[in-house]
Nanobody
Framework: QVQLVESGGGLVQAGGSLRLSCAASGRTFSSYAMGWFRQAPGKEREFVAAISRSGGGTRSADSVKGRFTISRDNAKNTVYLQMNSLKPEDTAGYYC???????????????????WGQGTQVTVSS
């Protein structure tokens, strides 16, 4: 089992940047493919970005492509989400997720993830 703790959320003006971190504890971090999802009030949880176990493969949602970057540091048991050029529509709770994986892939469907953090709030003002 792995425990996930997100940090780095906050209030930022449109056009600004934030970097979210997700620290993992428990079993071997490099065994897990990781993902970031977000959920705004009254909306369904949506995929933001995913990364493979090694970090060699990544995928971002079209809505954030070119603005958000997912990365990981397996030595620090941490996955990051660098968010640039933030927009008010990026306002949401952001959640880190982990899936124990045997292969090199990444996953974009939230139902495929086994473990979730408690979330961190990102609010972008206009």
């Amino acid at each position: 089992q792995v425990q996930l703790v997100e940090s780095g959320g906050g209030l930022v003006q449109a056009g600004g940047s934030l970097r979210l971190s997700c620290a993992a504890s428990g079993r071997t971090f490099s065994s897990y493919a990781m993902g970031w999802f977000r959920q705004a009030p009254g909306k369904e949880r949506e995929f933001v970005a995913a990364i493979s176990r090694s970090g060699g493969g990544t995928r971002s949602a079209d809505s954030v492509k070119g603005r958000f970057t997912i990365s990981r540091d397996n030595a620090k048991n941490t996955v990051y989400l660098q968010m640039n050029s933030l927009k008010p529509e990026d306002t949401a709770g952001y959640y880190c997720a982990a899936r124990e994986a045997s292969g090199p892939g990444y996953y974009t469907r939230f139902a495929l993830y086994d473990y979730w953090g408690q979330g961190t709030q990102v609010t972008v003002s206009s």
